[in-house]
């Protein structure tokens, strides 16, 4: 595909381009001017892009497009490719981006200091481009790196309040190692010879110690920017502290492309792989699910709790692709491309409705000024549009039918059940366990996000604030509706996405996932029509037909007997609305059930002696376990290390002098004894 | 006459690393430039020969940059700063004379023994050169660590030049773009170094380091 004479990958290096322009821009232009500019013109970039990538993913038949700028090393050049796996990578940060730029036309106009985000946004959109089309070492880190530091810039933008300063510092932590982990992965993977071109590692055969070091250092650099457990702890922090369309973009975008660099290196690069491969990442994923969203059900800002789902959603992410590795190690190509396709699927997915949650916590931070959600409430009368969006992305990511949030878990549990047939016994018997974790938590979810809706659009509200809350703007309400019907879309043709990612699987497992198109009805067909299938536009014409049957047969038959009459009070004469459920209430059962073992939660109510006219007082203790057991363990050594080190600073200048001295003499024995 | 020319190579740059034992054991300023300066005249000899036996003209100008820069320009501006610091009669020692001389011989011990095991195939020949600008090097680096008066410490820096030269021109076929480089950072170096001894005897009326070391509240 050649448009005005360009390669696509020409035209989406041409866009990236643009992107950094427009950064510049920002700096430039008037203040007012510059938000809708910077925002309009991201929109109509990542529309391109998108519109490039989505036309080489479904126009491709293998036609892979490069290109060689001479940047970077000057023996490698700054390398760039756009083949199906990009593109399919390329069509969610291209859609998750157009949709924040729309809807941060609206939302940015509130941002009291534009002038920190305006700049740094489009890099950091740049950026993640950057790091799909690298083709090379060298440009992969680059931009890397661009992206971390420009998401980093926007996090920090509210800088002023001590927990967004807390949460950048672990954040910038957090990606510096991971880096430095995918740094050196990329320098095993490239070997004595140096050889950084993506086609020279793929040429290169690893030994399988090497391959298994490369294995780790890629799960600890990707899975830290990804948020897998035990490395998620910056991520909740971070996510919340940026403005929300940047937040729905480091979750619903920021987190795939971490994903993006563990396909790419573990699928594309590494060779073939070993059973063992998937135990690590089935484990991962695994504990990540149901730990991410038993923290989000703890949690009471609407903001983080969304974060550690996205935790969770990365989970499930890893499963679909810790089946796929383990499929593929036993040459079951068949079943490999079931799992990475559910992986893939639930990529596009979660970024579809983590974005529409962000935006709908924007649009909510925006009305009320309130991220906590004991402190809203009732929120479906006064912003009736946002609760509607929001419950489509509510439904979509507790994985009921007939959104897309089932169709990818679905496809997931599909592979699950295709594990019988694995040779190896461990794996016999870890994949019915991760199915089992990963059903936990589907249910937990669930229980997870009516508890967010209930508590933050139903009932009365519970702060002045929420009272007096007004629906937000029109570009704001237009992105989140636009996602929500891209939720649905992809929900009842699950057919077309599936076939859409057909070439990038065939690419990475050697195999594919039959044809779905060709199902009669729109089904769709993991192995067999005889094993499973799913509709979801019959399971949607039903829900829709039996939900209207009823409405209708309750609106015939009952509502002629309506009376007027004082609602039921429960015994409380006065009501008020600190008497409702509370967040807190509402996770009180599962609380007990789960979290007393894992955070340790211990609630203490202490009730003031008869006669006494003290309020009676509750209070909860929660204790993170991988915070408290990993990381603080590891600050205290880097903390006393750094004490103890610090005399170094206030040491004469004959005493630096003697210490160079000595080091060389000391380098100069041990080459004299050693050679 | 290939025999003759590394032996009179060999007699310059072992008179080098003599001149370098000079430095060490000298401990009055006044005396320690003069030292300075007839180790830049062996140094300039050193590279001349170099020139001619190994027929590379620019060498010459090397040798020219030494001995006019290193054995004229720089000895008599540091006779100057001495003088008009008033400290041509300083003496100092923070190591004993004895100690510092058995420390450098153990220094030179060491630069035969790291260069003689690093190239045993190579030139024998060559390797020697390169362990008498090594132990040049390294002596160097001992009376910067060994002296306090910050002249003292000039001196060291730039005997360790020296042996980077010396190094450098033993060597065939290094351009002479490289040395001119480092001749003009040596000179920048001893002009800012300039500068900062009369800043420091301006602030601590001594050009004592430790008068900086007090300053900064040294924590042992």
């Known amino acids: ?675 | 006459m290939t025999g003759l020319s590394f032996d009179v190579a060999h007699l310059l740059a072992g008179g080098l690393v003599l001149a370098s034992f000079m430095l060490l054991y000298q401990d009055r300023l006044s005396a320690l430039v003069n030292m300075f300066a007839l180790h830049a005249v062996v140094l300039s000899l050193s590279v001349a020969w170099q020139a001619l036996i190994q027929h590379a003209p620019h060498l010459y100008v090397t040798a020219a940059i030494a001995l006019v820069f290193k054995a004229m320009i720089i000895p008599t501006a540091l006779h100057r700063i001495i003088k008009r610091l008033g400290i041509h009669r300083e003496i100092e020692n923070v190591v004993g004379v004895g100690p510092t001389m058995l420390a450098g011989i153990g220094l030179v011990a060491l630069a035969m023994v790291v260069m003689l095991r690093v190239a045993p195939g190579g030139d024998r020949l060559a390797g020697e050169d390169l362990a008498f600008a090594l132990s040049v090097v390294l002596l160097g680096l001992l009376i910067m660590v060994t002296r306090r008066n910050a002249v003292s410490l000039v001196i060291g820096f730039m005997s360790l030049e020296n042996g980077l030269v010396l190094a450098a021109t033993g060597a065939k076929g290094m351009p002479l773009v490289v040395e001119i480089s480092v001749a003009f950072s040596v000179l920048i170096a001893f002009i800012v170094i300039g500068v900062f001894l009369f800043r420091i005897r301006e602030r601590f009326d001594t050009v004592d380091v430790s008068a900086l070391d007090r300053f900064r509240e040294a924590r042992k």
């Open chain 1, 1 to 675: 595909m050649t448009v005005i004479g360009q390669t696509p990958v020409e035209l989406l290096l041409g866009c990236t381009a643009v992107l950094f322009g427009l950064s510049m821009l920002s700096i430039t232009v008037g203040r007012r001017l510059a938000t809708p500019l910077v925002y309009g013109g991201c929109l109509l970039v990542c529309l391109a892009g998108l519109a490039i990538a989505l036309g080489h993913l479904l126009g491709a038949t293998g036609g892979d497009s490069t290109a060689i700028l001479p940047l970077g090393l000057p023996w490698v050049g700054a390398r760039f490719r756009l083949d199906a796996l990009a593109s399919v990578f390329l069509v969610v940060v291209n859609l998750g981006a157009a949709a924040a730029s729309l809807y941060a036309i609206g939302y940015g106009r509130h941002e009291p200091e534009p002038r920190r985000v305006l700049p740094f946004y489009p890099a950091f959109l740049a950026a993640m481009n950057l790091v799909i089309l690298a083709d090379d070492a060298f440009s992969f880190l680059v931009a890397w790196e661009v992206m971390s530091l420009s998401s980093w810039a926007l996090v920090m933008a509210h800088h002023r309040e001590a927990d967004n300063r807390r949460a950048g510092y672990i954040y910038l932590v957090m990606a510096s190692f991971g880096a430095l982990c995918l740094l050196l992965a990329f320098g095993l993977l490239a070997g004595p010879g140096g050889g950084y071109s993506f086609d020279a590692m793929r040429a290169q055969a690893s030994p399988p110690v090497l391959s298994a070091l490369v294995l780790s250092l890629v799960v600890l650099g990707a899975g830290s920017k990804a948020g897998l457990v035990p490395l998620h702890v910056w991520l909740p922090l971070a996510h919340p502290a940026a403005p929300s369309h940047v937040s729905a973009l480091m979750s619903g975008v920021m987190t795939k492309v971490a994903v993006y660099a563990f396909v790419r290196i573990v699928f594309d690069l590494l060779g073939p792989p070993s059973p063992w491969w998937s135990l690590l990442i089935l484990t991962l994923g695994g504990v990540t699910t149901v730990l991410g969203i038993l923290y989000a059900l703890m949690q009471t800002d609407l903001k983080r709790m969304l974060a550690y789902s996205t935790v969770e959603n990365v989970g499930i992410i890893f499963i679909g692709l810790g089946l796929g590795l383990a499929f593929k190690a036993q040459h079951m190509s068949w079943a490999a491309a079931l799992a990475v396709t559910a992986a893939l699927f639930h990529v596009f997915n979660h970024s579809l409705f983590k974005s529409l949650l962000f935006f709908g916590a924007g649009a909510v931070q925006g009305a009320t000024g309130e991220r906590d959600m004991e402190r809203l409430g009732g929120l479906i009368g006064r912003m009736p549009q946002t609760a509607l969006a929001f419950l489509v992305g509510c439904v979509a990511i507790s994985a009921l039918p007939p959104l897309n949030g089932f169709a990818s878990e679905w496809l997931a549990f599909q592979a699950i059940l295709l594990s019988p047939q694995l040779q190896a016994p461990a794996l016999k018997i870890m994949v019915p366990a991760v199915g089992a974790l990963l059903a936990l938590a589907a249910a937990l979810t669930a229980a997870a996000f009516v508890r967010t809706y209930g508590i933050a659009f139903l009932g009365r509200p519970r702060s002045a604030t929420a009272e007096t809350a007004r629906e937000t703007d029109r570009w704001s309400l237009a992105a989140m509706f636009l996602l929500a019907t891209l939720c649905l879309l992809a929900g009842v043709l699950p057919g077309l996405v599936i076939d859409a990612l057909a070439p990038a699987v065939g690419g990475l497992v050697g195999a594919h996932m039959p044809n779905q198109m060709a199902q009669p009805w729109l089904s769709i067909v993991p192995v067999a029509q005889s094993r499973s299938s799913y509709n979801g536009l019959l399971v949607l014409v039903f829900i829709t037909a039996s939900a209207s049957l009823a409405a209708f047969a309750i609106h015939r038959l009952a509502s002629r007997a309506v009376r007027r009459a004082p609602a039921w009070d429960g015994g409380y004469p006065e009501m008020s609305p600190a008497t409702q459920y509370t967040a807190g209430s509402f996770a009180q059962p599962i609380r007990r059930v789960f979290a007393s073992i894992v955070f340790r939660a211990r609630d203490e109510v202490t009730m003031p002696p008869p006669g006494d006219l003290a309020p009676a007082r509750f209070r909860l203790e929660l204790h993170d376990p991988v915070w408290e057991t990993l990381y603080a363990p590891i600050a205290g050594a880097v903390g006393y290390v750094a004490d103890r080190l610090n005399h170094l600073q206030f040491l004469t200048i004959r005493v630096y002098l003697s210490l160079v001295f000595l080091a060389l003499v000391g380098l100069l024995l041990v080459l004299a004894v050693w050679i």
